[in-house]
C-alpha cells in the first residue's frame, strides 16, 4: 500500500498564514476522495478539510471553516491546505489522506485507506 508525504509546516505566528502539501510519491490516487486531519496535543484526531477526486466539492470542519481553503491539482499529483489568520489553536500534526471513492462519511478518518506521516503546524500567540 501507498502512503502519502506532507510538507509545509512549521512555526508561524497567530495570524499569519502557512500552506501544506500532500503528495503521493508513486502514486497518484487520481480518483481518491482526499482529506486532511490534524491531531492536537492531548486532543483526538479532527477532521480539516476533504476534496472530491475532481476538486468539484469540497468541505470544512467547523474550527476552520473560513479560513483555509483545500484544493488539489491531480496533473501534479498534489493536494494543498492553504491556512490563513492561524490560531495557537491550530498548533496540531496534520495529517493528509486518501480513500476509494465509495459511500462513506468523508470527515470520519475510519474511512481513509491511505496516510501521510504527519507535519507539525506551530502557531505562536
Known amino acids: 500500500q501507498g502512503r502519502l508525504v506532507e510538507s509545509g509546516g512549521g512555526l508561524v505566528q497567530a495570524g499569519g498564514s502557512l500552506r501544506l502539501s500532500c503528495t503521493a510519491p508513486?502514486?497518484?490516487?487520481?480518483?481518491?476522495?482526499k482529506a486532511w486531519f490534524r491531531r492536537a496535543p492531548g486532543k483526538d484526531r479532527e477532521f480539516v478539510a476533504a476534496i472530491s477526486w475532481n476538486g468539484g466539492r469540497t468541505y470544512y470542519g467547523d474550527a476552520v471553516k473560513g479560513r483555509v481553503t483545500i484544493s488539489r491539482d491531480n496533473t501534479k499529483n498534489t493536494m494543498t491546505l492553504q491556512m490563513n489568520d492561524l490560531e495557537p489553536g491550530d498548533t496540531a500534526v496534520y495529517y493528509c489522506a486518501a480513500r476509494r471513492p465509495v459511500a462513506g462519511d468523508d470527515s470520519e478518518a475510519d474511512q481513509y485507506d491511505v496516510w501521510g506521516q504527519g507535519i507539525q503546524v506551530t502557531v505562536s500567540s
Open positions: 508513486g502514486n497518484n490516487y487520481y480518483t481518491y476522495i
